[in-house]
């Protein structure tokens, strides 16, 4: 069974930057699209950015482009989260998935995600 953990979370003021990190120990990525999904209190998880198994197709919600860039390392079983000019309505758990695919693109929705980690917090204040 496919595991990923998640790190890198905590606070940051606004206009800071953050990189989640999620591994997937002793289980190879190589053959799942992977996405970073968020859910902030009160709200519905919605997807942030995704990418595809090989790496060269990725996607991002509109809230996020140009400030977040999604990447992986297949080799070290991971995929990253960078967050720059981070916004207070960032602020929430973020969490990685996977989706085992023989697609050379990836999915935004979460209905398409089979395996997820525990999330880890982002908080975004000053």
């Known amino acids: 069974q496919l595991q990923l953990v998640e790190s890198g979370g905590g606070l940051v003021q606004p206009g800071g930057s953050l990189r989640l990190s999620c591994a997937s120990p002793?289980?190879?990525?190589?053959?799942?699209?992977l996405g970073w999904f968020r859910q902030a209190p009160g709200k519905e998880r919605e997807a942030v950015s995704c990418?595809?198994?090989?790496?060269?197709?990725?996607n991002y919600a509109e809230s996020v482009k140009g400030r977040f860039t999604i990447s992986r390392e297949n080799a070290k079983k991971a995929v990253y989260l960078q967050m720059n000019s981070l916004k207070p309505e960032d602020t929430a758990v973020y969490y990685c998935?996977?989706?085992?695919?023989?697609?050379?693109?990836?999915?935004?929705?979460?209905?398409?995600?089979?395996?997820w980690g525990q999330g880890t917090q982002v908080t975004v204040s000053s």
């Open positions: 002793g289980f190879t990525l190589d053959y799942y699209a």
């Open positions: 990418i595809s198994r090989a790496g060269g197709v990725t």
């Open positions: 998935a996977a989706v085992r695919t023989s697609r050379a693109d990836c999915a935004a929705s979460i209905h398409n995600y089979d395996y």
